[in-house]
């Protein structure tokens, strides 16, 4: 019953907090347009739908056609779904690796701290993006499942020095000294006690990773190495330069993509900031 | 100060043999085979294949045990030999490189010198007013939530195109070559300025909204309270805040700086800047896998030459690392 109670106060004010409700609005309304858009749409992203090339958006062609004469707005919906795949898939292994580390240095200390911070310490130094690269300039064939599984292995340092932190400080409290006198293992303490506690900073730290992968992922597209068998927004934003978009004025084929990808990243930004007012009583009055 | 500086470099150290260990790695245990690849890029007669497959067979040392490839392959580093690159063949990869390194530094200092500074300093005043605060700090999340390459996108047809009062490609106009005069210095600066405005802008937002949430955070402890009580002007309130708060601001510059890198990387794709992320993508598109390692290495060695001189600068701004107590920093 108290529970409850405090899942409805929560709910309240996360009903009630503007950051949240925009940042939730862009994102639901970017995850049907992924979800539906492409029912919109007689064209498949890669056909040649327009004979005559670039056409500025009209109503056969919502946001104008390629170099090619490539349905841009089809485009953008099937590069909308790989986006939502990488950011679930990358930002989601580097969440689950970033808590698992964490949890570990943090709740056993002792060597194992030690061995994990220095493996932390080395990866945060290491410019992700290089890494990215190197390996996936030697992968002939990219798909998107590689490509997300590769960012949330490297993504991950950040969130688990946070949580490692974070557990640091919970496990010594009494209701965990209490836990492991009436002898659970340390698993349960970690699952069923430290972790409900600090739900809020692991669902923050979630939507960072989220966007974070996001970012990720158009960067290592635009270089050049984005999947090699689907179409992406950062795919979009390479073609458009690499066929002289910016020469020719053809502002419909770079600006969708990009606009799009600023958007859900700032949602979730904006949706971070809400969550935190919600959990954090003390920032609520503001 | 000792002990801080030890565990730096350790780790510094550890990081740098590990990527040299994976860019060792990378190209022996991938599927493929990265030589014949790279000959069928380069399409050569196949006499001069076959005698280029030898060469790269020698340089690879693919007919040594794997120790003494791992060796030799360091024993080159050291030496400064990172290969012949494919795409601009004959030049050697470390020249390359080493043409294109001014390039990087002069977008690069600049851009994350100046965005830091004016980040934090316009971050502190939008903490102050509520109306600042209101138009700033919606702007600086959107700011930061821009891909780096959109940006640069974006400025190169507004400035470039529909303006047509910044150039868009290159590091200087094609009908002048390198000399000391005004003029080309000018044409310099001119080609410079927009790569350089895209990359400022996106890290700017991030260090104000950073610098405004940190001294709100100040204002609220216990020390700000207590000098409060005692009767202390304001502006030396937060002139404390201002302190307290540039220490977390200056390690999360070491944090951001794979960020910041692997944004000019793109910018320079965006801006045909010929830095490490404009060869980059040249190499890759050619599958010049001997350049595209040494970008790799180079890359790791400047972000840690960065993070070292961050390091320093803590230790000159953060009394305790010099007193040994290392902080919640080191």
């Known amino acids: 019953m108290k529970a409850l109670k405090q899942k409805n106060e929560f709910l309240y004010f996360a009903l009630r907090n503007r950051k949240l409700q925009i940042g939730l609005g862009v994102i639901l309304f970017f995850v049907l347009l992924a979800a539906f858009g492409p029912l919109l749409t007689d064209y498949e992203p890669f056909d040649y739908v327009n004979p005559t090339g670039p056409v500025p958006p009209s109503s056969k062609f919502w946001l104008g056609t390629t170099f090619f004469g490539q349905d841009v707005f089809t485009q953008v919906v099937m590069g909308l779904r790989a986006t939502f795949l990488i950011a679930i898939l990358g930002g989601g292994i580097a969440t689950l690796v970033g808590m698992l580390l964490g949890f570990l240095a943090g709740y056993r200390g002792g060597i194992l701290d030690e061995i994990i911070n220095v493996l932390t310490n080395i990866v945060l130094v290491i410019p992700t993006m290089a890494v990215l690269l190197i390996i996936a300039a030697y992968l002939q064939v990219r798909s998107l499942a590689m490509e997300s599984i590769l960012i949330g292995l490297t993504a991950w340092p950040w969130a688990a020095r946070a949580i490692r932190a974070q557990t640091f400080s919970l496990r010594t409290r009494d209701f965990v000294d209490m836990a492991r006198m009436s002898g659970e293992s340390a698993f349960k303490i970690i699952f069923s006690e430290i972790a409900p506690n600090m739900m809020s900073y692991l669902v923050m730290t979630f939507i960072l990773q989220f966007g974070g992968a996001i970012l990720n992922a158009a960067t290592l597209d635009f270089i050049g190495l984005g999947p090699t068998n689907a179409i992406s927004l950062g795919l979009i934003m390479q073609y458009s330069m690499m066929w002289g978009a910016l020469q020719f004025g053809m502002w419909w084929w770079f600006v969708p993509p990009g606009l799009a990808i600023t958007l859900i990243v700032g949602a979730l930004y904006s949706m971070n900031v809400g969550l935190d007012e919600v959990f954090n009583p003390k920032l609520r009055e503001m | ?330």
């Open chain 2, 1 to 330: 100060m000792r002990k801080y500086f030890g565990r730096k470099l350790v780790i510094y150290l550890l990081t740098f043999f590990l990527a040299v260990t994976i860019d060792w790695l990378i190209p022996r245990f991938m599927p493929g085979d990265p030589v014949a690849n790279m000959l069928a890029r380069v399409s050569v007669n196949s006499t001069a294949a076959s005698v280029m497959q030898e060469y790269y067979t020698h340089l690879f040392g693919l007919d040594l045990p794997l120790w003494q490839q791992y060796l030799n392959f360091w024993a080159n580093l050291l030496r400064g030999d990172l290969g012949i690159s494919a795409y601009l063949f004959p030049k050697p990869v470390t020249q390359v490189l080493m043409n294109a390194i001014p390039y990087d530094v002069a977008l690069l200092l600049p851009a994350i010198l100046l965005s830091w500074l004016a980040g934090n300093n316009f971050g502190a005043v939008a903490a102050r007013s509520k109306w600042l605060d209101n138009t700033v700090s919606p702007i600086g999340y959107i700011l930061t939530a821009t891909p780096y390459m959109w940006l640069g996108i974006l400025l190169a047809w507004f400035f470039g195109i529909i303006l047509d009062v910044f150039p868009i490609a290159g590091a200087y106009s094609f009908s002048l070559s390198p000399t000391l005069s005004w003029k080309f210095i000018g044409d310099v600066l001119l080609h410079w300025f927009l790569p350089f405005f895209s990359l400022f802008m996106v890290q700017f937002g991030g260090w104000a909204i950073g610098m405004r949430n940190m001294i709100i955070y100040e204002l609220e402890a216990d020390y700000s309270h207590y000098l409060e009580a005692l009767g202390a002007p304001r502006s030396l309130i937060r002139r404390y805040a201002f302190n307290n708060a540039v220490l977390p601001q200056l390690s999360g510059l070491a944090l951001q700086l794979g960020v910041i890198v692997a944004g000019a990387l793109v910018t320079e794709v965006v801006f045909s800047y010929p830095g490490i992320g404009y060869l980059l993508l040249a190499a890759i598109q050619n599958q010049d896998y001997f350049l595209i390692q040494g970008c790799f290495l180079f890359i790791i060695i400047g972000v840690l030459l960065a993070n070292f001189v961050i390091d320093i600068v803590y230790v000159l701004v953060d009394p305790r690392t010099r007193r040994g107590m290392t902080g919640e920093a080191a």
